[in-house]
């Protein structure tokens, strides 16, 4: 680990539009591009996790897997500053993790900014995630987590039906799918989102802060997806609500309600 990184604040040209780096202040770098804040890094320690969303997915992530040893194989679609990448290779350091970016310059930016593992513990793919996705081999991944956005939005490409099963294909049995769902407050596209996920997966969970659910804010919606059992222990309940920014998990039945008669999406 870096006893000394400095990289220097600004706004950089990036092959999709422009990326600021900012000081927070106390010792960490928030990276926005084109306006929509995508990662953040503390230098000095890789288990920060400023995102909410990030620390609900790692929650259900150790939940599923406790054991620190445990060897797991992890795609991420949307790498950015790669935090989430950096947190888990740290937490299983048996671990290996393929960051998919598609913008070229910003994965480079991040090699050179900030002190992230290097191949074979967290390697960085340049590329589109869907087409990524495609060209794996089936059942040789042990999860798959999503949080690609162009802008606020995520690509349309990667919330179908089609791309769905592309990723149940790669998945390992067992292996979970880990969706990073953005919408407004009427939550129209992550009700979508959840019909879809739910129309390819056996099981769907949902994470977010109740608000959300409610409709009474903007924000993300966490969804685990997955053929086997999912992480709903008390314990993960509990880390969720003990979290700065308390969040509600739904399961089982409530889950797939969520989604009401929202249609699933299609290419």
Known sequence: MATDPRPAAGTFEISTGTAELTHDGVGGWLLSVNGAQSSHIDPFDPQTLEFEYMRQMAAAIEDAYPDPETRLRTLHLGAAACALPRYL?????????VAVEIDAELARLAREWFDLPRAPRLRIRVGDAREVVSALTEQTRDMVI?????????????????????????????????????????????????????????SVELIADPSMFKGRRSGNIVVVAGDGDLPESAALQRRLRADPEPARMLTGDEAVAFARSAAPLRD
């Open 89 to 97: 290779a740290h937490r299983y350091p048996q671990s290996r993790h």
């Open 146 to 202: 999503r949080d690609a956005f162009a802008e606020s939005v995520t690509p349309r490409h990667l919330m179908t039906v089609e791309f769905t099963e592309a990723v149940r294909r790669v998945l390992a049995p067992g292996g979970l799918y880990i969706a990073n769902c953005g919408d407004r407050r009427a939550l129209t596209s992550v009700r979508a989102e959840v019909a879809t996920i739910a129309s390819v997966f056996g």
